[in-house]
């Protein structure tokens, strides 16, 4: 099973700084990475799939970049509404989730 | 637009068998990976597994002795049973609609199960 490892836990920020998320496999995924936003009492959202890509209606502030192990989730400027828990996934032949990053005021 | 909704009991019976159904409206069945997620309480994501148009499933390797997700066109509609449940198995369940390399872009709201007696 891959596992895919988010850090950090908890990013405390504020609007209009950037944040910086990272998650890591434990091999190879090639681009098979996706990025998702959960808000409380919400289904998570799709952000970023295939690492790079916008899904439709995403904000240009929100970029994906990485590669093989090592993958990052960009927010170039917080709004407010960019708070929330973020998640990882990987799409080989099954599917995991990394733990989440929670993005805090 | 394409929309999701899960149904089922809200509680069940340690021991037994938690069936859940989900109702896609609004699109069709066809070339897409119907998928299976839960959530417990305040934890994160776990991927359970899918379905393919086709009829060819894969599932989470923990779940794997566990879990049946079966497809019916005809209505529109994919279903998880997930037998022996322990409090373990509490969580919100959502299903969702992957294409592939495109992410999971259609989820439904979700819906909690509780395991007790």
């Known amino acids: 099973e891959i596992v895919l490892t988010q850090s950090p836990a908890t990013l405390s920020l504020s609007p209009g700084e950037r944040a910086a998320l990272s998650c890591r496999a434990s091999?190879?995924?090639?681009?098979?990475l996706a990025w998702y936003q959960q808000k409380p009492g919400q289904a998570p959202r799709l952000l970023i799939y295939?690492?790079?890509n916008r899904a439709t209606g995403i904000p240009a502030r929100f970029s994906g970049s990485g590669s093989g192990t090592d993958f990052t989730l960009t927010i170039s400027s917080l709004e407010p509404e960019d708070f929330a828990v973020y998640y990882c996934?990987?799409?080989?032949?099954?599917?995991?989730f990394g733990g989440g990053t929670k993005v805090e005021i | 637009q394409v929309q999701l909704h899960e149904s089922g009991p809200g509680l069940v019976t340690p021991s037994e068998t938690l069936s859940l159904t989900c109702t896609v409206s609004?699109?069709?069945?066809?070339?897409?990976?119907w998928t299976w997620i839960r959530q417990p309480p305040g934890k994160g994501l776990e991927w359970i597994g899918y379905?393919?148009?086709?009829?060819?499933?894969n599932y989470n390797p923990s779940l794997k002795s566990r879990v049946t997700i079966s497809l019916d066109t005809s209505k529109n509609q994919f279903s998880l049973k997930l037998s022996s449940v322990t409090a373990a198995d509490t969580a919100v369940y959502y299903c969702?609609?992957?294409?592939?390399?495109?992410?999971?872009?259609?989820w439904g709201p979700g819906a909690l199960v509780t395991v007790s007696s």
């Open positions: 609004g699109g069709s069945i066809g070339d897409y990976y």
């Open positions: 295939d690492t790079s």
């Open positions: 091999q190879s995924i090639s681009s098979y």
């Open positions: 996934q990987q799409r080989t032949y099954q599917a995991t």
């Open positions: 379905i393919f148009f086709s009829g060819n499933t």
């Open positions: 969702a609609r992957e294409r592939w390399l495109a992410g999971i872009d259609y």
